[in-house]
C-alpha cells in the first residue's frame, strides 16, 4: 500500500495548539495524551536510530514511534505481534461474525461513563452468546469467541458497538463430542440473541443506577431522578436492539486475514484523509445505508479533531476481550480439548529459533541493515548530566 498523502498527525501539528487552548476545560489528559503522543510520533522528539548496510553502506534514518493505540501510525507492529499468537489458537472449523449494537437513545449516556457502560456492553454481549448457544433447542455448546470494541462510525460520529468472532460450534456440555452448527451458513437466531441482549444490558444498567456507579451531566442530568430513569429504560425495553449476523468467514487462513485488518482499528486511516487545508479536512467514508457507496465528508479541521478525540478509551480499558472457553483462564486447556474432540493434535508449541526476527534487508541492494546509531528522546537528553569534556570547556 502507498504511503497516504495526508496524515492525522499533520491535522493535529497544524491545529493541536489551538484546539488544546481552546477546549482545555472539556479535554481529558487521556486526549491530550494522544494528541502529544501523535504530534512527536516518528520524529526526533521520540529519539531514534540509524541503520547501515554492511553491503554497500546506504544508511537510513529512522525516528521512533509513540506507540499509542489512538495512533493510526502505530498499530501495524501490535497488529502483527497479536495475530501471531491468535494463528496458535484457531480451530479447522468456519468462524461467524456478529455485531451488537445499542440504541441510539443511550449514546449520550455511554459517554459521560464510558468506563462503566464498555463493560457492561462487553459483558451482555457476551451473556447473550453464551447464554443461547448453551439452549439445546439452538446449539447446546459451550461456546468461545473474542470480542472487539468499536465507538465510531464512517463519518467519526459516536457508534459503540461490538464485534463478535465466534468459531462455528463448540464442546458438548459434557466435554465428549464437537457439536457443530445445524447449518454451515447459520449460527445462533438473531431476533433470540437480541432479547436476551437487550434484557443483560438493561439489568446491568439498572444495577449500576441502583449502586450509584453513574454520573448524570448536561443532557443526562434529568436521568438522575429514579422516575425518569425507570421511564427510560422502560422505553428501552420496548425497542429494538439490534444484533446483526455477518456471512461467515470460512477457514481460519480467512479469519486471520480479517483479524490483521480490523482487530487493531483506530477511529480513521490516514489513508482515508483526502484532503487537509488549514481550515477543513476531508475524508473518505462509505454510505452503508446505500450499499456501500464511497462518499467524501469535509468538516472544520477543530470539528474533526473533536470526533476524532471522542473515540480515545478511558486509561488501561482493554478493547479486545475473551469469553466463554476462549477466556484467559480456560484457553489453553480448552483448546488442547477442543482440538482432540475435532481429531487434530494440540497445536505444537513455536520453535524458539522461529522466534528470532530476521535482519532487514537493505532497499537498495539486500544487505543486512545493522544499527550503527541511537539517538535519545529529547526529553531524556535535557535531563542527562553533561559530559566530562563539556564541563571541562
Not at 449520550?108 to 459483558?123: A, E, G, M, T
Request: some cysteine; aromatic content about 10%.
Amino acid at each position: 500500500m502507498s504511503r497516504p498523502r495526508f496524515e492525522v498527525a499533520q491535522i493535529v501539528r497544524i491545529a493541536g495548539n489551538q484546539f488544546r487552548k481552546r477546549y482545555r476545560s472539556a479535554l481529558t489528559w487521556p486526549q491530550v495524551k494522544v494528541l502529544n503522543a501523535i504530534t512527536r510520533c516518528r520524529t526526533p522528539a521520540l529519539g531514534g536510530h540509524r541503520k547501515r548496510c554492511e553491503r554497500c553502506g546506504h544508511d537510513t534514518l529512522l525516528y521512533h514511534s509513540c506507540r499509542n493505540r489512538h495512533c493510526p501510525k502505530c498499530q501495524t507492529q501490535a497488529r502483527n505481534s497479536w495475530v501471531e499468537k491468535r494463528q496458535q489458537e484457531l480451530l479447522p472449523v468456519g468462524y461467524f461474525h456478529l455485531v451488537f449494537s445499542l440504541p441510539h437513545q443511550l449514546v449520550p449516556l455511554i459517554w459521560q461513563n464510558k468506563r462503566v457502560l464498555y463493560r457492561l456492553l462487553f459483558h451482555a454481549s457476551a451473556a447473550a452468546l453464551t447464554q443461547v448457544a448453551a439452549q439445546p433447542r439452538y446449539l447446546g455448546a459451550q461456546t468461545g469467541f473474542l470480542s472487539i470494541l468499536h465507538t465510531w462510525g464512517q463519518t467519526l460520529g459516536r457508534h459503540p458497538h461490538i464485534h463478535c468472532v465466534v468459531p462455528g460450534g463448540g464442546p458438548s456440555p459434557e466435554h465428549d463430542r464437537w457439536v457443530h452448527p445445524a447449518r454451515s451458513d447459520f449460527l445462533l437466531p438473531v431476533k433470540k440473541l437480541s432479547a436476551v441482549y437487550r434484557t443483560q444490558f438493561l439489568d446491568g444498567l439498572a444495577k449500576a443506577f441502583a449502586d450509584k456507579t453513574l454520573v448524570f451531566f448536561g443532557e443526562c442530568q434529568q436521568l438522575a431522578q429514579p422516575e425518569r430513569f425507570g421511564r427510560f429504560i422502560d422505553d428501552l425495553r420496548n425497542r429494538d436492539w439490534i444484533v446483526y449476523a455477518k456471512p461467515p468467514f470460512g477457514g481460519p487462513e480467512h479469519v486471520l486475514q480479517y483479524l490483521a485488518r480490523y482487530t487493531h482499528r483506530v477511529a480513521i486511516s490516514n489513508h482515508r484523509i483526502v484532503n487537509v487545508t488549514s481550515d477543513e479536512v476531508t475524508f473518505r467514508w462509505k454510505d452503508y445505508r446505500h450499499n456501500s457507496r464511497p462518499r467524501t465528508m469535509t468538516l472544520a479541521i477543530d470539528e474533526f479533531l473533536r470526533r476524532f478525540l471522542h473515540h480515545v478509551l478511558p486509561k488501561g480499558f482493554p478493547r479486545i476481550r475473551y469469553f466463554g472457553w476462549m477466556a484467559n483462564r480456560n484457553r489453553a486447556g480448552m483448546l488442547d480439548l477442543c482440538r482432540r474432540l475435532l481429531g487434530h493434535m494440540p497445536t505444537p508449541e513455536p520453535d524458539s529459533e522461529s522466534q528470532n526476527p530476521v535482519p532487514e534487508s537493505c532497499p537498495l541492494c539486500r544487505g543486512v541493515l545493522r544499527v550503527v546509531e541511537r539517538f535519545i528522546p529529547f526529553y531524556l537528553a535535557i535531563v542527562q548530566p553533561k559530559s566530562p569534556v563539556l564541563d571541562s570547556t
